[in-house]
């Protein structure tokens, strides 16, 4: 009879290769149409939000980006101030007085979140369609225009971008950038069979009748761009992904800035899974898709990681009690030939599974066009792969430790 952790390791291994082939399956039949978009066929009026707090060094930048914008539907370029302590505002009124497009805001108070300084910005939105940019973020020229054409379809309540790093100087920025890729390519298939769950801050666009709709964001949320995006499609709305439209953002460039984003992303999936988790299973992609789809991949991550670390510990205690105990009674206590910790299946599997995600890591980043940047080096890939990786689930098991504990540190 099978012990609990070949069991455990069997239906992890399940898990693992049923999403891989479906992610292929999905490949396979929608490869032709990864860069495509809907062609523009009316000029909705829309009005870009920009919240910024303390984003003196970057917020010049993004207003030129949207001014730069060939769509001619942009109305209003609305920057939110967040009660900013440094020259932000100043900076923002130069604009304001230079472009009659450029609309400036003052919060009463700060906020404290984006969602908030975003759902002060909406109050000035009467347009057909409203979008976000994050002020450290800067939309190419034609990003916007090739969202447009998403919303002839009426079931479409919002279309997102996609989203890459700006900055690659650094090794951490480099394996973001890697990752932000990937995070695109599974975005768009996810598009194909109407699953996207999130709605990145760098550049959206929302029907505004749908985003009223939903009352707009969640403040108590720290990922509102998720929430939202379950609130949608909890009401029957579609989610576009414009793999053409690219906007460059900011990633972190030190390791303690990198951590505590993901913990902050983290935290605010787990108030979100627990917002929505009524609809688990229920009628709807929310949740017969999403939600499972969701919690299966954190379950997945953390039950690999502690596998791994069970499967290496032993080996390490076995080894030890191999080696150490036998200098004195010229025996060893136990030995490796004794003990088969890897049973030829298991690492069949185990190595099947890597093979598959450098296999996916591959055929993702052969889907980037970009040309401003060098392809990132097999080094990069690898340490990607095998090391990057597995920090997500060591992330997540601290984000519920941090979300029970109720701790605040962003």
Request: charged letters at 20%; aromatic letters at 16%; hydrophobic letters at 45%.
């Amino acid at each position: 009879m099978p012990d609990l952790l070949t069991i455990i390791y069997l239906i992890y291994s399940f898990i693992a290769f049923y999403f891989f082939f479906l992610f292929s399956l999905i490949y396979a039949r929608n490869r032709k149409n990864i860069f495509s978009a809907p062609k523009l066929t009316k000029n909705y009026s829309l009005s870009m939000v920009v919240p910024c707090y303390n984003g003196e060094e970057t917020i010049g930048e993004t207003i030129q980006a949207l001014l730069d914008s060939d769509y001619s539907g942009l109305k209003k370029i609305i920057i939110v101030d967040d009660c900013s302590t440094d020259s932000s505002y100043e900076i923002i009124k130069k604009y304001v007085a230079k472009y009659r497009k450029v609309m400036a805001v003052k919060t009463p108070k700060n906020t404290g979140k984006a969602s908030g300084a975003k759902n002060y910005g909406a109050k000035f939105v009467n347009t057909e369609l409203i979008g976000f940019t994050d002020a450290d973020s800067y939309p190419q020229k034609d990003a916007i225009r090739k969202m447009i054409g998403f919303f002839d379809n009426k079931k479409i309540g919002a279309t997102t971008s996609s989203v890459l790093v700006t900055k690659r100087e650094k090794f951490i920025e480099k394996l973001q950038a890697i990752e932000y890729k990937i995070i695109v390519f599974t975005r768009k298939l996810l598009g194909f069979v109407d699953a996207i769950y999130v709605t990145p801050g760098p550049l959206v666009i929302y029907r505004k009748k749908a985003f009223d709709e939903v009352e707009g964001f969640d403040e108590n949320n720290l990922t509102e761009d998720i929430e939202i995006t379950w609130h949608l499609v909890s009401k029957g709305y579609k989610i576009g992904m414009s793999v053409p439209s690219r906007v460059y953002t900011v990633a972190p460039d030190k390791f303690r800035g990198w951590y505590r984003q993901r913990v902050r992303w983290n935290v605010g999936g787990i108030q979100t899974i627990n917002k929505y988790k009524k609809t688990f299973l229920g009628v709807g992609m929310l949740g017969t898709f999403i939600l499972p789809f969701f919690v299966s991949s954190w379950i997945l991550g953390i039950t690999g990681i502690f596998v791994l670390a069970y499967r290496v510990s032993q080996r390490i205690i076995v080894h030890y009690l191999s080696t150490t105990y036998s200098i004195g009674a010229q025996t060893a206590v136990l030995t490796l030939r004794e003990i088969n910790l890897t049973p030829n299946v298991l690492m069949f599997f185990g190595t099947a599974i890597l093979i598959l995600t450098l296999s996916f890591t591959f055929i993702a980043l052969s889907h980037s066009r970009e040309k401003e940047f060098k392809k990132p080096g097999i080094f990069s890939i690898l340490t990607y792969t095998f090391v990057y990786l597995l920090a997500y689930p060591l992330i997540l098991v601290t984000s519920i430790f941090t979300f029970i504990k109720g701790k605040k540190f962003w």
